[in-house]
DNA sequence: GTCTATATAATGATAGAC
DNA sequence: GTCTATCATTATATAGAC
């Protein structure tokens, strides 16, 4: 429960104020947000902001950054066997990208954190590399694609948690949220809402409204999708 | 291609402000959308919207409510077998909420909207309990746990659509991106992220760490989940 | 029903003192 | 590095004329 342990480097002004930006921003929206309200948070001026981050867009920029190294961070932390969880991947994960959670949802919607969610596209791609394999599916479309939507999937419960923990009765933010999240992300992923034969059908009234080449085309290793724009 | 054709009884000045006001909602947000734009927008002046929706806020709820009030036709049109692209359901459903998805979206992500989350769930939820039947799995959580989280899943695209098109290397809203991602939702519908074992073996170790009543409960009849809380 | 004009409040940005 | 004081902008809300 380190919550991330905040870098012992990282206790200046400067990140009392982005730290707080990150809260604010996280809570009310970017526009919403003001550095008034985001220097009193952090017990500086409002001055102190701009002289630190230039301007408001400036602070974004900064917390975007520092969202950016976090995940990576936790990233490399969960692929070196070092989470101290790993029994429940789902508390895990929640345990420590809460701080930062709220404001990766935020910075999604708002059409700012492209790294971010490129970056765990870059990680869903890689993991679903390996799961191909053990897999004598031949997927029909590229493996981006698919962790595009899987990784889009997964930052569901993150952006709409407050709708969600409505729907499941638990705030997931708590453990009795967290255990109830992981129950049924269990299911859910263990459970296809298409079976085969549905899944079969439904490409090939896809494919009756507009043909397309063939399935023996892989398209899973190089993911140049231009061929579609020959029409 | 009718967009939902729009009510006759519905080309007011007032219904010409609110769907400016969904329109500069959805890709403003709510915070930095001006009254003074949307009212341009629909072509009127800003003190027009004043008499007829007396404030921002109360702009915002009928938005809300005339976007509650789309999505239960919509409902009633797919119940009712009206959908004109049954082939191809994503098409379907992206043509007839087109022009209130980005609304839907940002409402959503706002807070705003609890409505029509909480009614897509109860739809959900009569879909799986028809799905269920088919199933000899027997479910471990709540069937309304299953169905909020299949929601916020099914949502993601739209709530992400930006991100989304960017990773499929195709606008959403086109039609080459309703084809490529009809493919891709089918191939992840149908392409269980866990098989059974890991399924299994991921419950179990759920159950380490906290012992929960053994699976004989269904739990799915009854959603009463207050059980959990007497540690 | 619709418009113009104004009041009031809040905000981001800035300049300069300590 | 940090603060206080101020400017300029902008937006909502309002009042009143047509």
Redesign the pocket.
């Known amino acids: 429960m380190t919550t991330t342990g905040p870098d012992p480097e990282d206790l200046?002004?400067?990140a009392r104020i982005r730290d707080a930006a990150m809260l604010h921003f996280a809570e009310q929206g970017f526009e919403r947000?003001?550095?008034?309200?985001i220097a009193e948070t952090a017990?500086?001026?409002?001055?102190?902001v701009?002289?630190?981050f230039?301007?408001?867009?400036g602070l974004r920029e900064t917390c975007d950054a520092h969202l950016a190294k976090m995940i990576r961070k936790l990233n490399d932390e969960v692929r070196s066997g070092q989470v101290p969880d790993q029994a429940n991947p789902v508390a895990a994960a929640n345990a420590m990208m809460g701080p930062y959670r709220g404001y990766l949802a935020r910075a999604l919607v708002e059409g700012s954190a492209e790294a971010v969610f490129d970056q765990m596209v870059e990680l869903s791609e890689e993991w679903l590399a390996e799961a191909d394999e053990k897999r004598p599916d031949v997927p029909d479309v590229d493996r981006k694609a698919r962790a595009t939507v899987g990784t889009a999937m997964a930052l569901a419960i993150a952006v709409l948690h407050k709708h969600v923990s409505r729907g499941l009765g638990v705030d997931l933010f708590t453990p009795e949220g967290d255990l109830l999240l992981a129950r049924t992300l269990i299911d859910v992923y263990s459970h296809p809402m298409l079976s085969v034969e549905d899944a079969a059908e439904a490409r090939a009234a896809l494919n009756r409204l507009q043909p397309e080449p063939p399935p023996t085309d892989r398209g899973a290793r190089s993911r140049q999708r231009k061929e579609q724009h020959h029409d």
């Not at 947000?33 to 309200?37: F, K, N, P, S, V």
């Not at 017990?43 to 102190?48: A, D, M, R, T, W």
């Open positions: 200046t002004a400067r947000a003001t550095i008034r309200g017990g500086v001026s409002s001055g102190l701009r002289h630190h230039g301007s408001k867009q």
